[in-house]
């Protein structure tokens, strides 16, 4: 348990395959495992996650396991056979997206293939993902699983403030106390007009 994120990432690549981060707690800022953000800099990142797990992190403001807060565009992170689970942000914050979240001027765009996201808590909106960024498309899902995700706001395991693409996505028995047992899809940082692609999923139910 600590006191941060185990991993800040600030520029350039981080490549991670087989790692597995859990039982941290991070009381000072977001990202209960890995905090994306930028230095004056503005030094683009690269980022690759595959066949890890993160489980049992939490936070006291944003994102339970990962916090996105990048404002460099060109920055891209990509996840592949990722499991997150058991993650949750405090109630002592904000507390929005219990596994993930991206505040409204994040530039990087994330893309996740056959990873599960199930048993995350967030204390207001988004129980799994909260994705908010000045960006139209920068999110894309491509045959995850959200099960058991719950928020005691709005979208039990989406609450969505951008474009987002799922291709052979399953969405299940997730909860919000709020709007969205499955997905709340709200309004763009930009004003712009993106779109909620929804390919392909099955077992859309609250």
């Known amino acids: 348990e600590a006191s941060t994120s185990l991993i800040q990432c600030y520029g350039g690549s981080l490549n991670m395959d087989k790692v597995t981060m859990k039982n941290n707690w991070n009381t000072n800022q977001s990202g209960g495992a890995i905090y994306v953000s930028y230095t004056s800099e503005r030094i683009r990142k690269v980022i690759n996650i595959n066949n890890c797990i993160i489980e049992w992190c939490r936070v006291s403001d944003f994102g339970g396991a990962i916090d996105f807060n990048d404002g460099v565009l060109g920055s891209s992170c990509t996840m592949t056979n990722c499991t997150i689970r058991y993650c949750l942000t405090h109630d002592g914050g904000d507390g929005c997206g219990g596994a993930i979240r991206s505040m409204g001027s994040n530039l990087c765009t994330l ?3 056959d990873c599960n996201l199930h048993h995350n808590f967030a204390q207001r909106d988004g129980g799994a993902i909260r994705w908010h ?5 920068p999110l894309e899902l491509t045959r995850c699983t959200f099960v058991h995700n719950w928020s005691k706001n709005r979208g039990g395991a989406m609450r969505i403030e951008s474009g987002v693409i799922f291709n052979n996505c399953t969405i299940k028995d997730n909860r919000a106390e709020g709007n969205g047992g499955a997905i709340s899809y709200g309004t763009f940082t930009n004003g712009s007009q993106g779109h909620l692609d929804a390919a392909g ?4 139910f609250p």
Do not use: F
Request: proline content about 0%; charged content about 10%; aromatic content about 8%.
């Open 201 to 204: 999923v099955t077992n859309w």
């Open 111 to 113: 893309s996740m293939t």
């Open 133 to 137: 960024s000045a960006l139209i498309d």
